[in-house]
């Protein structure tokens, strides 16, 4: 299993960034996978999953802002972040979940991370 983040970098406050995560070496079509960052300091935390079947979770903190989906036939999940803030600075990962529930997706594999700053 491989997963690769790409699209982190550094934005103003209100910009735009879209993350990418090709995935390989599994069905991708058959997982739900999902989006989670980590700041500094804090625990890591889920900001979106999807399921196979395209059904979706975000977080209350993105919710509005933020929207997870997917390309099965580029086996790829991707993360498109508006209105971004300050608070969203973080590394961000890509998993694969073990469950195929949205908001619980229980991850077994992880991407390496990229960073995402919103800062002025």
């Known amino acids: 299993?491989?997963?690769v983040?790409?699209?982190?970098?550094?934005?103003?406050p209100g910009g735009s960034l879209r993350?990418?995560?090709?995935?390989?070496?599994?069905?991708?079509?058959?997982?739900?996978?999902?989006?989670?960052?980590?700041?500094?300091g804090k625990e890591r935390e889920l900001v979106a999953g999807i399921s196979s079947g395209r059904d979706?979770?975000?977080?209350d903190?993105?919710?509005?802002?933020?929207?997870?989906?997917r390309d099965n036939a580029k086996n790829t999940?991707?993360?498109?972040?508006n209105s971004l803030?300050?608070?969203?600075?973080?590394?961000?990962?890509?998993?694969?979940?073990?469950s195929n529930v949205p908001a619980y997706l229980r991850p077994s594999d992880w991407g390496q991370g990229t960073q995402v700053t919103v800062s002025s």
Do not use: N
Not at 5 to 12: A, I
Not at 32 to 39: L, N, P, V
Not at 85 to 98: M, V
């Open 56 to 59: 979706t979770y975000h977080s």
């Open 5 to 12: 983040e790409s699209g982190g970098g550094m934005v103003q």
């Open 77 to 81: 999940v991707y993360l498109q972040m």
């Open 19 to 40: 993350l990418s995560c090709a995935a390989s070496g599994f069905t991708f079509s058959a997982y739900g996978m999902g989006w989670y960052r980590q700041a500094p």
């Open 85 to 98: 803030k300050a608070e969203d600075t973080a590394l961000y990962y890509c998993a694969r979940g073990r």
């Open 1 to 3: 299993v491989q997963l």
């Open 61 to 69: 903190s993105v919710k509005g802002r933020f929207t997870i989906s």
